[in-house]
């Protein structure tokens, strides 16, 4: 008879190899799942799409630049401008304001692009949140936006 001795991996080793495996699987799979689940960004402890609810503002077109009136209780970072015409939006421009716009402040923002009379601009209000230990910028839905028709 042929005796072959056959050998095999010790039981430790092959448990450590199993745990290590899964282990690593484990870590490959909560790093995949995390990259779905985004960090939620507040504002005074309550999620930051509620709080663009409360935002309420004024705004105006007048030769080159938009006047924009805080009229609500929440600080405007900035805003989003954007041409309507025909049902469609033109992305025209975004700033950032040195200072946040409290209530019943005021702030002029230039607009890049030449407008006609009769042309519409959106206004898309931007505010800052907290998202852990930093401040971010959060731009609202344009359902918040407000609309100005542009006159010469």
């Known amino acids: 008879m042929n005796n072959l001795k ?3 991996i010790s039981p430790v080793i ?4 199993l745990v290590s495996i899964a282990l690593t ?3 490959i799979i909560f ?3 995390r990259s779905f689940v985004s960090e939620a960004i507040t504002k005074d402890g309550q999620a930051i799409n509620l709080v663009c609810e409360d935002i309420s503002f004024d705004a105006e077109y007048n030769s080159g630049q938009v006047l924009i009136v805080n009229r609500g209780n929440v600080p405007l970072y900035g805003v989003e401008l954007s041409k309507v015409s025909l049902g469609s939006r033109t ?3 975004e700033g950032t304001f040195i200072q946040p716009v ?6 002029g923002i230039s607009v890049g ?3 006609a009379a009769g042309d519409k601009i959106s206004i898309v ?3 800052l949140g907290e998202q852990e230990e930093y401040k971010k910028a959060f731009v609202c839905g344009e359902s918040f936006s407000v609309e100005s028709t542009v006159t010469v």
Do not use: C
């Open 125 to 127: 209000p931007i505010i």
């Open 25 to 27: 699987l484990a870590v």
């Open 113 to 115: 692009e030449t407008l």
């Open 102 to 107: 409290g209530t019943g402040e005021s702030v």
């Open 14 to 17: 092959a448990t450590v190899l």
């Open 91 to 93: 992305h025209i421009g």
């Open 6 to 8: 056959k050998r095999g």
């Open 31 to 33: 790093i995949w799942a």
